[in-house]
C-alpha cells in the first residue's frame, strides 16, 4: 500500500476505527497489538508490540492471548471495515460451546483473524512458533476450530481486507453503494 493501512481512511475515519467499534460492543477490553503505537496513541487504547517480532501474524496472535486479561480473546485484523457487531455476536454464541477457537468463513475457508481464542491455546500457540510452523490453517486445525459460516450480504464481505490499491478501492465502491450505513455497521 505504501503507508500504513490501517490508517487509511475511509467514511472519514481510518480503518482500524472501524474495526475497533465493532469489536467494543462484543468486547469488554480492546487491546492492540502494534510496533507503532505512535501511530495509533489517538485511539486511546492498550497497546502492546509483538512479543516474538518478524513471524506474521501468528506473533499477533500470541501477543494478543499473552495480554488478554480474559479467558477469551477476540481477534481481528487491523483493515477489516466492513466487521459487524452482529458477526462478532455470532462468534461469541458458538465460543460458548466451549471451543478453544471459533473463526468465521465467508465461502473461501477460515479466516484465522476474525475469530475469538481461548488463552488456553496458548501452549499449542508456542509449539507451532517454536516449530517455526507459522501457518495459521495448520493452527486453525490442530486447535480444532469451530468454523461460524456467514453469508456475504448486500455485496458487503465482512471478511474484505485492504492489502492492495484495488482492495481499498473496492471498499470505497462498496461504501458508495451504501451510503447510508457506516462500514462497521453492516
Known amino acids: ?54 513471524i506474521g501474524p501468528i506473533g499477533g496472535i500470541v501477543t494478543a492471548l499473552e495480554h ?11 483493515d477489516l471495515p466492513f466487521m459487524s457487531p452482529e458477526i462478532l455476536h455470532a462468534l461469541a454464541r458458538h465460543r460458548e460451546d466451549h471451543h478453544r477457537a471459533v473463526v468465521l468463513d465467508v465461502g473461501r475457508g477460515p479466516e484465522p483473524l476474525c475469530g475469538i481464542y481461548a488463552r488456553s491455546c496458548l501452549p499449542v500457540v508456542h509449539e507451532h512458533i517454536r516449530n517455526d510452523d507459522y501457518q495459521l490453517q495448520a493452527l486453525l486445525q490442530r486447535l ?18 485492504i492489502n ?17 450505513l457506516p462500514p462497521g455497521d453492516r
Open 1 to 54: 500500500m505504501g503507508r500504513n493501512k490501517a490508517l487509511l481512511p475511509l467514511n472519514g475515519k481510518p480503518i482500524i476505527e472501524h474495526v475497533v467499534h465493532a469489536a467494543r460492543q462484543v468486547a469488554q477490553r480492546t487491546l492492540l497489538i502494534t510496533n507503532q503505537p505512535e501511530e495509533f496513541a489517538f485511539l486511546g487504547l492498550d497497546m502492546h508490540p509483538d512479543v516474538i517480532p518478524g
Open 68 to 78: 488478554c486479561p480474559t479467558a477469551y480473546c477476540l481477534i481481528l485484523a487491523c
Open 144 to 161: 480444532g476450530a469451530a468454523v461460524v459460516p456467514w453469508q456475504i450480504r448486500g455485496g458487503i464481505d465482512p471478511l474484505l481486507n
Open 164 to 180: 492492495t490499491p484495488t482492495d481499498f478501492e473496492k471498499a470505497q465502491k462498496i461504501l458508495r453503494r451504501h451510503e447510508s
